[in-house]
């Protein structure tokens, strides 16, 4: 309802106002007690494939080969979130897992934290977030308040870089909280380095993929591997069995350029024979900000961007259905890296901007829109 609302200034003129803002807040219970349901049996997205733990990437019980560091890697919670609908004037939350992570140049709210959107007029809208306590990581937290109880269209990321074992929300007694069909669309699976795993941004939904499923209505499932995205052999092994509608690819962040001469055709060839007739859509890497002045960085950069970009042009025309996209972070203002290597939120929106058109008229050539 959109109401008048009438003030007077200090110098006795009337200001009339309208908006849509209620004239008297709603306000959750004090003593208001909770119902916890655990996430994964409501509609968990973004998940590349299915395993036992539905919080994990990849079920490291089935896959191996994997580092230390990457098998906890695949294990965290990256991209994945869950919707559901509730009238609850309040969420909280109730987890626990693998909170061991720690990074200088990563928000806690981004790699132990949740983050939630709530529709309104078709469009998602980030409404809270909220991240554990580093003393006490187990401890119920309070997500949102003071929400009016019309039912609402909820999406929950979960941490980027923790193992989680249980995620429970909790909502408050007599209300509802019920699981809802996937608002999004297809399956594209996305492979790639610390850029797609959401390194270095404030908050879980803050990825490049994450947007680009919010901005398109066209689901990533991503599996973002930081530092370890090297087109290994044991990677194809899980991308080979992963069924989606299309594969994109971030694979030239992390690989020097002898690496990606070594490897690249093979790793081709492997996701061509396993997926034949669907998009492989590589993305060339971006600059880095910390080659500006450190000038045997930035030869490094050049020789990995000058050997995707020379491999690729031969592998589109040697390979059908394999595709090859720029990729931009910046804006010319050299204000967009954390670290000298990683976006900020900005610079991971001005990404997703970046791959936006090609990929969706790439997209559109298998019927995928």
């Not at 187990?138 to 249980?166: G, H, Q, R, V, W």
Request: net charge positive; proline share 5%.
């Amino acid at each position: 309802m959109t109401r008048t609302i009438i003030k007077l200034s200090l110098v006795g003129i009337i200001i009339i106002m309208t908006g849509t803002a209620p004239l008297f807040a709603q306000r959750t219970p004090r003593d208001a007690k909770y119902v916890y349901t655990e996430a994964s049996s409501l509609n968990i997205i973004g998940k590349i494939m299915p395993t036992s733990n539905p919080y994990h990437r990849v079920d490291t019980s089935v896959y191996k080969g994997f580092t230390t560091r990457e098998n906890f890697q695949v294990r965290c919670s990256s991209g994945l979130a869950v919707v559901f609908r509730t009238n609850s004037s309040s969420i909280k939350i109730k987890a626990s897992g693998d909170y061991s992570f720690q990074s200088d140049h990563t928000m806690r709210l981004a790699s132990h934290g949740y983050d939630l959107y709530i529709s309104r007029g078709g469009k998602w809208i980030w409404a809270e977030n909220v991240a554990p306590s580093p003393t006490q990581p187990d401890a119920i937290m309070s997500l949102i308040n003071n929400m009016d109880t019309t039912m609402k269209e909820c999406l929950l990321y979960f941490p980027i870089y923790s193992s989680m074992d249980s995620i429970q929300i909790g909502v408050e007694e007599g209300s509802t909280l019920e699981a809802i069909e996937s608002p999004f669309r297809h399956r594209i699976a996305i492979y790639g380095s610390s850029y797609t795993h959401g390194i270095s941004t404030s908050r879980a939904g803050m990825s490049y993929p994450a947007q680009f499923t919010r901005r398109t209505g066209l689901q990533m499932l991503s599996l973002g591997c930081s530092g370890n995205c090297k087109m290994q052999p044991y990677f194809a092994t899980v991308l080979e069995d992963v069924e989606a509608d299309a594969y994109v690819f971030d694979t030239f962040s992390n690989p020097d350029g002898k690496m990606i001469r070594e490897r690249l055709f093979p790793f081709i060839e492997r996701m061509s024979k396993a997926h034949p007739g669907k998009p492989l859509i590589f993305q060339q890497t971006i600059p880095r900000e910390r080659g500006n002045f450190d000038y045997r960085t930035e030869d490094r950069e050049y020789d990995r961007r000058h050997t995707a970009d020379s491999l690729m042009r031969i592998a589109v025309k040697k390979y059908k259905d394999v595709y090859f996209i720029q990729t931009n972070a910046g804006d010319g203002s050299h204000e967009w890296a954390v670290d000298g290597i990683h976006p900020d939120d900005y610079g991971y929106y001005l990404w997703m901007r970046s791959i936006e058109k090609p990929l969706l008229r790439i997209l559109r050539r298998y019927g995928i829109k």
